[in-house]
Protein backbone atom coordinates (compact mmCIF):
# COMPACT_ATOMS: atom_id res chain seq x y z
CA UNK A 1 0.00 0.00 0.00
CA UNK A 2 1.17 3.41 -0.38
CA UNK A 3 0.16 7.04 1.14
CA UNK A 4 1.09 10.34 0.55
CA UNK A 5 1.68 12.96 3.43
CA UNK A 6 0.50 16.50 3.13
CA UNK A 7 2.72 19.69 3.83
CA UNK A 8 1.79 21.08 6.71
CA UNK A 9 4.68 23.77 7.15
CA UNK A 10 6.60 25.97 4.90
CA UNK A 11 10.34 25.24 4.95
CA UNK A 12 11.05 25.26 8.65
CA UNK A 13 15.13 24.03 8.85
CA UNK A 14 18.35 23.73 6.10
CA UNK A 15 18.66 20.17 7.67
CA UNK A 16 15.45 19.19 9.71
CA UNK A 17 15.53 16.44 11.89
CA UNK A 18 14.37 14.82 15.53
CA UNK A 19 10.69 15.59 15.97
CA UNK A 20 9.53 15.01 19.00
CA UNK A 21 5.89 15.71 19.91
CA UNK A 22 5.47 17.36 23.28
CA UNK A 23 2.44 16.26 24.77
CA UNK A 24 2.38 18.83 27.33
CA UNK A 25 2.53 21.80 25.46
CA UNK A 26 0.62 19.94 22.70
CA UNK A 27 3.32 21.14 19.99
CA UNK A 28 5.76 19.32 17.55
CA UNK A 29 9.01 20.27 18.35
CA UNK A 30 11.80 19.48 15.94
CA UNK A 31 14.99 20.35 14.94
CA UNK A 32 17.43 22.92 12.35
CA UNK A 33 20.26 20.70 12.98
CA UNK A 34 23.01 22.91 11.96
CA UNK A 35 21.55 26.07 12.98
CA UNK A 36 21.26 24.83 16.82
CA UNK A 37 17.36 25.62 16.10
CA UNK A 38 14.42 23.77 17.58
CA UNK A 39 11.14 24.75 15.78
CA UNK A 40 8.02 24.34 17.47
CA UNK A 41 4.97 24.08 15.68
CA UNK A 42 1.20 24.59 17.47
CA UNK A 43 -2.13 23.13 17.01
CA UNK A 44 -2.80 26.39 15.34
CA UNK A 45 0.19 25.80 12.66
CA UNK A 46 1.88 28.80 14.07
CA UNK A 47 5.66 28.57 14.34
CA UNK A 48 8.42 29.56 16.90
CA UNK A 49 12.15 29.40 16.90
CA UNK A 50 13.97 28.60 19.69
CA UNK A 51 17.99 29.12 19.86
CA UNK A 52 20.40 26.45 21.35
CA UNK A 53 23.82 27.30 22.51
CA UNK A 54 25.42 24.98 19.98
CA UNK A 55 24.13 22.39 16.94
CA UNK A 56 21.74 20.23 18.30
CA UNK A 57 20.74 16.28 17.43
CA UNK A 58 17.52 15.58 19.83
CA UNK A 59 15.08 17.07 22.35
CA UNK A 60 12.89 15.34 24.80
CA UNK A 61 11.04 16.26 28.15
CA UNK A 62 12.86 15.97 31.16
CA UNK A 63 11.18 14.03 34.21
CA UNK A 64 12.26 15.40 37.91
CA UNK A 65 13.17 18.77 36.94
CA UNK A 66 10.57 19.42 34.61
CA UNK A 67 11.71 21.55 30.59
CA UNK A 68 13.81 19.82 28.44
CA UNK A 69 16.94 17.52 27.55
CA UNK A 70 18.67 18.46 24.88
CA UNK A 71 21.48 16.93 22.78
CA UNK A 72 24.03 19.08 21.51
CA UNK A 73 26.98 19.17 19.38
CA UNK A 74 29.19 17.24 21.97
CA UNK A 75 26.81 16.91 25.03
CA UNK A 76 23.81 17.05 27.17
CA UNK A 77 22.16 19.78 28.25
CA UNK A 78 19.09 20.82 30.09
CA UNK A 79 16.27 23.65 29.26
CA UNK A 80 13.70 25.32 31.05
CA UNK A 81 10.14 25.69 30.00
CA UNK A 82 10.69 28.72 27.68
CA UNK A 83 13.70 27.49 25.96
CA UNK A 84 15.28 30.38 26.88
CA UNK A 85 18.03 29.06 29.77
CA UNK A 86 20.67 25.83 29.39
CA UNK A 87 22.58 23.86 31.87
CA UNK A 88 25.28 21.26 31.14
CA UNK A 89 24.40 17.98 32.10
CA UNK A 90 27.47 15.57 30.48
CA UNK A 91 29.61 15.68 27.98
CA UNK A 92 29.60 13.05 25.10
CA UNK A 93 33.09 13.81 23.10
CA UNK A 94 35.09 16.56 23.14
CA UNK A 95 36.78 15.47 19.21
CA UNK A 96 36.05 18.68 17.01
CA UNK A 97 35.36 16.03 13.99
CA UNK A 98 32.92 14.31 15.84
CA UNK A 99 29.15 15.33 16.39
CA UNK A 100 26.18 14.15 18.14
CA UNK A 101 23.34 12.71 15.99
CA UNK A 102 19.82 11.20 17.03
CA UNK A 103 18.68 10.08 20.41
CA UNK A 104 16.31 8.86 22.56
CA UNK A 105 15.18 8.01 26.21
CA UNK A 106 15.09 4.04 27.11
CA UNK A 107 12.32 3.19 29.68
CA UNK A 108 14.58 3.35 32.49
CA UNK A 109 14.83 6.97 32.01
CA UNK A 110 18.41 7.30 30.16
CA UNK A 111 19.10 8.99 27.34
CA UNK A 112 20.89 7.16 24.67
CA UNK A 113 22.71 9.34 22.04
CA UNK A 114 24.28 8.42 19.06
CA UNK A 115 27.65 9.76 17.37
CA UNK A 116 29.01 10.59 13.64
CA UNK A 117 32.14 12.16 11.90
CA UNK A 118 31.75 14.81 10.09
CA UNK A 119 33.39 13.56 7.01
CA UNK A 120 30.72 10.41 7.62
CA UNK A 121 34.23 8.08 7.52
CA UNK A 122 32.66 4.64 8.68
CA UNK A 123 33.44 3.45 12.47
CA UNK A 124 33.70 7.08 13.62
CA UNK A 125 31.18 7.06 15.79
CA UNK A 126 29.71 5.29 18.83
CA UNK A 127 26.37 5.18 21.18
CA UNK A 128 26.61 6.30 24.92
CA UNK A 129 23.97 6.05 27.49
CA UNK A 130 23.54 9.00 30.09
CA UNK A 131 22.21 7.52 33.28
CA UNK A 132 19.70 9.47 35.34
CA UNK A 133 22.68 10.09 37.56
CA UNK A 134 24.65 11.60 34.79
CA UNK A 135 27.19 8.82 34.18
CA UNK A 136 28.12 8.00 30.53
CA UNK A 137 28.44 4.63 29.51
CA UNK A 138 29.32 3.82 26.21
CA UNK A 139 26.70 1.32 25.08
CA UNK A 140 27.97 0.28 21.70
CA UNK A 141 31.40 0.96 19.18
CA UNK A 142 32.37 1.80 16.66
CA UNK A 143 29.21 2.94 14.52
CA UNK A 144 29.35 5.15 11.14
CA UNK A 145 26.22 7.11 11.21
CA UNK A 146 23.94 6.76 14.25
CA UNK A 147 20.27 7.18 13.80
CA UNK A 148 17.10 5.93 15.20
CA UNK A 149 16.50 4.39 18.21
CA UNK A 150 13.47 3.13 19.51
CA UNK A 151 12.72 0.66 22.64
CA UNK A 152 9.54 -2.25 22.42
CA UNK A 153 6.41 -1.47 24.00
CA UNK A 154 7.65 -3.83 27.10
CA UNK A 155 11.19 -2.21 27.29
CA UNK A 156 12.92 -5.36 26.84
CA UNK A 157 14.32 -4.46 23.45
CA UNK A 158 15.71 -1.84 21.35
CA UNK A 159 15.81 -0.73 17.60
CA UNK A 160 18.93 0.72 15.97
CA UNK A 161 19.84 2.00 12.84
CA UNK A 162 23.62 2.83 11.84
CA UNK A 163 22.26 4.23 8.28
CA UNK A 164 25.39 3.39 5.81
CA UNK A 165 24.30 -0.61 6.65
CA UNK A 166 20.85 -0.38 5.43
CA UNK A 167 19.35 -2.03 7.98
CA UNK A 168 17.37 -1.85 11.31
CA UNK A 169 19.23 -4.45 14.15
CA UNK A 170 17.52 -5.07 17.04
CA UNK A 171 18.81 -5.87 20.84
CA UNK A 172 18.40 -7.08 24.18
CA UNK A 173 17.88 -4.56 26.89
CA UNK A 174 19.43 -4.94 30.57
CA UNK A 175 16.36 -4.30 32.92
CA UNK A 176 18.68 -3.35 35.56
CA UNK A 177 21.15 -1.12 33.53
CA UNK A 178 19.93 -0.58 30.07
CA UNK A 179 23.18 -2.42 28.42
CA UNK A 180 22.41 -3.56 25.01
CA UNK A 181 22.87 -7.58 24.63
CA UNK A 182 22.44 -10.01 21.54
CA UNK A 183 22.68 -8.21 18.68
CA UNK A 184 20.99 -9.39 15.36
CA UNK A 185 19.11 -8.18 12.02
CA UNK A 186 15.34 -6.84 12.56
CA UNK A 187 14.29 -5.29 8.91
CA UNK A 188 16.91 -5.51 5.57
CA UNK A 189 16.72 -2.39 3.35
CA UNK A 190 19.18 -3.51 0.69
CA UNK A 191 17.03 -2.79 -2.92
CA UNK A 192 15.06 -0.26 -1.13
CA UNK A 193 15.42 3.44 -2.62
CA UNK A 194 17.06 5.51 0.07
CA UNK A 195 19.25 4.77 3.70
CA UNK A 196 17.26 4.08 6.63
CA UNK A 197 17.49 7.30 8.91
CA UNK A 198 15.31 8.51 12.00
CA UNK A 199 12.46 6.27 12.88
CA UNK A 200 9.07 6.04 14.82
CA UNK A 201 7.62 3.09 16.85
CA UNK A 202 3.64 2.33 17.48
CA UNK A 203 2.40 1.21 20.22
CA UNK A 204 2.54 -2.45 18.35
CA UNK A 205 6.34 -1.97 18.14
CA UNK A 206 5.72 -1.25 14.31
CA UNK A 207 8.53 0.81 13.06
CA UNK A 208 8.00 3.66 10.90
CA UNK A 209 11.75 4.39 8.96
CA UNK A 210 12.53 7.74 7.29
CA UNK A 211 14.46 7.08 4.14
CA UNK A 212 17.49 9.50 3.30
CA UNK A 213 17.27 10.00 -0.74
CA UNK A 214 13.80 7.76 -1.04
CA UNK A 215 11.22 10.33 -0.30
CA UNK A 216 9.17 8.18 1.56
CA UNK A 217 8.43 6.55 4.92
CA UNK A 218 8.04 2.76 4.89
CA UNK A 219 5.61 0.95 7.66
CA UNK A 220 7.47 -2.35 8.70
CA UNK A 221 5.28 -4.54 11.29
CA UNK A 222 5.97 -5.97 14.74
CA UNK A 223 7.71 -9.27 12.33
CA UNK A 224 9.69 -6.88 10.21
CA UNK A 225 7.02 -7.17 7.36
CA UNK A 226 6.27 -4.17 4.61
CA UNK A 227 3.38 -2.83 5.41
CA UNK A 228 2.81 0.12 3.74
CA UNK A 229 4.97 3.06 2.21
CA UNK A 230 4.32 6.45 2.40
CA UNK A 231 5.62 9.40 0.08
CA UNK A 232 6.73 12.51 0.99
CA UNK A 233 6.01 14.46 -2.55
CA UNK A 234 8.21 16.73 -3.50
CA UNK A 235 11.25 15.81 -1.27
CA UNK A 236 14.37 13.30 -1.20
CA UNK A 237 15.83 13.76 1.96
CA UNK A 238 13.77 12.65 4.38
CA UNK A 239 15.03 12.57 8.18
CA UNK A 240 12.95 11.34 10.63
CA UNK A 241 9.27 10.96 11.86
CA UNK A 242 7.00 11.08 15.21
CA UNK A 243 3.84 10.35 16.37
CA UNK A 244 1.64 13.83 17.74
CA UNK A 245 -1.63 15.10 18.04
CA UNK A 246 -4.21 14.67 20.91
CA UNK A 247 -4.07 10.90 19.83
CA UNK A 248 -0.65 10.06 18.96
CA UNK A 249 -2.23 8.62 15.54
CA UNK A 250 -0.73 11.74 13.78
CA UNK A 251 2.98 10.85 12.03
CA UNK A 252 4.84 14.22 11.58
CA UNK A 253 8.13 13.66 8.92
CA UNK A 254 11.11 16.04 9.04
CA UNK A 255 12.82 16.92 5.23
CA UNK A 256 15.94 18.25 4.64
CA UNK A 257 17.37 20.42 1.94
CA UNK A 258 20.85 19.77 3.26
CA UNK A 259 23.67 19.88 0.03
CA UNK A 260 20.72 20.94 -2.51
CA UNK A 261 20.92 23.33 -4.98
CA UNK A 262 18.52 26.81 -4.48
CA UNK A 263 16.85 26.02 -6.80
CA UNK A 264 15.45 22.37 -6.25
CA UNK A 265 13.12 20.71 -4.24
CA UNK A 266 11.44 23.69 -3.15
CA UNK A 267 9.65 21.97 -0.12
CA UNK A 268 12.73 20.33 1.42
CA UNK A 269 12.92 21.38 4.78
CA UNK A 270 9.29 21.43 5.20
CA UNK A 271 7.39 19.21 8.08
CA UNK A 272 4.82 16.72 7.12
CA UNK A 273 2.13 14.84 8.01
CA UNK A 274 -0.24 12.10 7.51
CA UNK A 275 -3.16 10.57 9.98
CA UNK A 276 -2.91 6.78 10.61
CA UNK A 277 -4.37 3.83 11.38
CA UNK A 278 -1.58 3.38 14.47
CA UNK A 279 -1.48 5.36 17.98
CA UNK A 280 2.46 5.59 18.39
CA UNK A 281 4.03 4.77 21.72
CA UNK A 282 4.18 8.02 24.21
CA UNK A 283 7.94 8.52 24.22
CA UNK A 284 10.09 8.32 27.39
CA UNK A 285 11.98 11.01 29.28
CA UNK A 286 14.90 11.80 30.60
CA UNK A 287 14.91 11.00 34.69
CA UNK A 288 18.46 12.85 35.57
Do not use: K
Request: with cysteine; glycine share 14%.
Amino acid sequence: MTLSADRVTVPVAYHGEGPFWDAISGRLLSLDVLAGVIVALDSAGGLSRYQVPSRVAAVVRRRALGGFAIVTEHGLVGANEQLSAFERIAGITDDPNVRSNDGGCDPLGGFVIGTMAYDERPGGGAVYRVTPDHQVVQLLSPVSISNGVQWSADGSRVYYIDTPTRRVDVFDVDPETGAWLGRRRHVDLDGTPGYPDGMAIDEDDGLWIALWGGGAVNHYDAAGRLVETIRIPGVTQVSSCTFGGDGRDVLYVTTSRQGLPDDHEPSAGAIFALRTHARGAAAAEFAG
